[in-house]
């Protein structure tokens, strides 16, 4: 099977599903590169290089540079969703959402609710997280835990490239508004990816490791992360299970609780801040929902209370590792012992 | 084994895409002696469990690898020599051998990267394993419904000593093209055929699984002359209703871990063998577009309602070829007593405690059975 990046892996989704459906079309800012200087119009395809190639194929009328004005494209977008196109508009950093958030949870997120159902908005807002890229505190965030917050979106957030393929795939072919958050910092990384299409139910967890000892529920990039501690615990003889749930909404409490109900124990490493985060919302549904099966305190693994520093060796001590997830598994062995 | 000589037990390699496995379990304690074909330890891949056998006789001298070690392909599991070695002599051994030992580098896109030749305009992948001037009768393995290439990694090291391996991925599977046509058990069969004249295959021995069985039943009565012998292994195609007909509409069905789990863990007699990655790659293999249609369509066409419309029981005792059947005594699919009230020609094998994927289950004993059979008619 081919080898793609997970830059490749979005570049290709959003080719073949424009191939398929030409009610698809995209916009964002400098999305074709280079606006208005003919011969190099698509060199850029984006400040992330994920778009790159559409314009050339699909031409100025399905992809569309917009201004510097998120709550207009977006609205735009969520308009043009209600008229029957489905817009994939790309919000170039989720830290920009404050900008153009009325347009995701007061529109998009309600027009099939308020419609009576007569209509809804297939729309997709691809977008990027995650801190590492010496970015700073206003471009590095990991937002997605007050997307989650809002009736009526839905959140996914590929860990891998196979992972983003499917699970855009699946986005763009859904007909209610869906955040697609993109890491940063997982762009590079490769792994086969089949050149088919495919698509990735929503709400289905994957089980990213198995074993018996402790159960860590991670996301995006931080998936990565807990594998180094599982590697590094698993020479010590604790097994851990890693559980991806790919999407905070749906979730797939099944498989949490599947998973919690085998182990006893449970970490989740979450790259958002701490507080009302998707670790405290899986947190508060295993108490309430698998409290006997815990054999000790649920713990969590999260960035700081604080924005994101801008010196480098404070980026790096901000961001949630391997070296602190390894702390919470053993702690968590610790206490029931 | 002579008396003066001391043997690696090496790690294994199973399938084309196993880089490491970890040992599981020893099954012998050092000290112990050991012939040819004992069971040694439990590896894990990512797939399944297996057992790795010892070749030789003597005696288990020292276990290197540990229980959980997770070892690259050919790392040193452990060594066998006779009693009159000095441990001195062992110690020396592994220690030359940890020095030397480099793990097989896997390079991108050259192990693992299937072949793919075009056969009545799809484009089907197939792997090709065995010396470069083996002179023995190639192997063509077909696998089964929602099966691919890898069912038989367990298979494949052990024939390609001396021959060439082919593992073919039938149309609408693996990385094969994921479209049938009107018909679909013809387009299986044509395509079968197709590979064995493509490849100038002039005499091959056919080896298939479940519903490849009933392909390679029906590409014997075809082309009888390529076929060396033919090896049916918890074959359709032999009876007019499918036991475990349910199982069809399941694994169609199961777009999900909980639905998928359940479903493959009925082709096995132990079912804690599905693992982790043996799921994943079934729902990969699953999401693909146009396997479901192409999975129903097969369903359909071979074996609607719980019955079974292609059958080739009675054909195959006009057939020239020496013919196997081997099942697994616990198949809950395809009913092992299908393999009852065989024509004299065929030579039946039940395996004990192995559900309808032996060739995975018991893959040692299963190696044997057909090696043995090779052996008897070349």
Known sequence: MPIKSYRQAINETLFQEMRRDERIVIMGEDIAGGAGTPGIEDAWGG??????????????????????????FIGAAAGAALTGLRPVAE????????????????????FRYMFGGTGGAPLVIRTTIGAGMRTGAQHSQSLYSIFTHVPGLKCVMPSSAYEAKGLLTQAIRDDDPVIFFEHKMLYDMSEDVPDESYTIPFGEANFAREGDDVTIVALSRMVHIAGQAAEALAKDGIECEIIDPRTTSPLDTDSIIESVEKTGRLVIVDEDTPRCSFAT??????????????????????????PIPFAPELEDMYIPDAAKVEVAVRAALEASK | MSNNQITPLIMPKWGMSMVTGKVVDWLVEEGASIATGDELAEVETDKIVNVVEVQGNGILRRRVAKEGDELPIGALLGVIADAAMQDSEIDAFIEKFQENFVPEEVEEGQTNEPLSVEVD???????????EDAEGTPVLFIHGFGGDSSSWMFNVTDLAASRAVYTLDMPGHGGSAKELGPDPFETLVSAVSGFIEKLELAQIHLIGHSLGAAVAMAVAVQKPNNIASLT???AAGLSDTLSGGSYIEEFIKAERRKDMKPALQ?????????????????LKYKRIEG???????????VFPDGK??????????????????IWGAEDQLTNPEDAQGMPENVRVHIIDKAGHMPHMEAAPQFNKIVSAFFKSIE
């Open chain 1, 47 to 72: 400040p992330l290089g994920v778009t790159a190639g559409l314009v050339g194929e699909f031409g100025r009328g399905r992809v569309l540079d917009t201004p510097i004005s998120e709550s207009g």
């Open chain 1, 91 to 110: 919000l170039m950093f989720v830290d920009f959402l404050g900008v153009c958030f009325d347009m995701i949870y007061n529109q998009a997120a309600k």
């Open chain 1, 281 to 306: 919302d899986v947190a508060a549904l295993v108490a309430d929902e698998a409290f006997g099966a815990l054999k000790a305190p649920i713990k969590c693994v999260n960035a700081p209370h604080s």
């Open chain 2, 121 to 131: 305009g799809r484009p089907l992948s197939y792997q090709k394993a065995g010396p």
């Open chain 2, 232 to 234: 049916i292994v918890d």
């Open chain 2, 266 to 282: 009925k082709l096995f007699a132990n079912p804690s063998l599905v693992s982790r990655e043996m799921i994943n790659e079934t």
């Open chain 2, 291 to 301: 396997v479901a249609e192409v999975l129903t369509a097969i369903a359909r066409a």
């Open chain 2, 308 to 325: 079974q419309i292609h059958v080739f029981r009675d054909k195959l005792e006009a057939l020239p070829m020496p013919i196997t059947a």
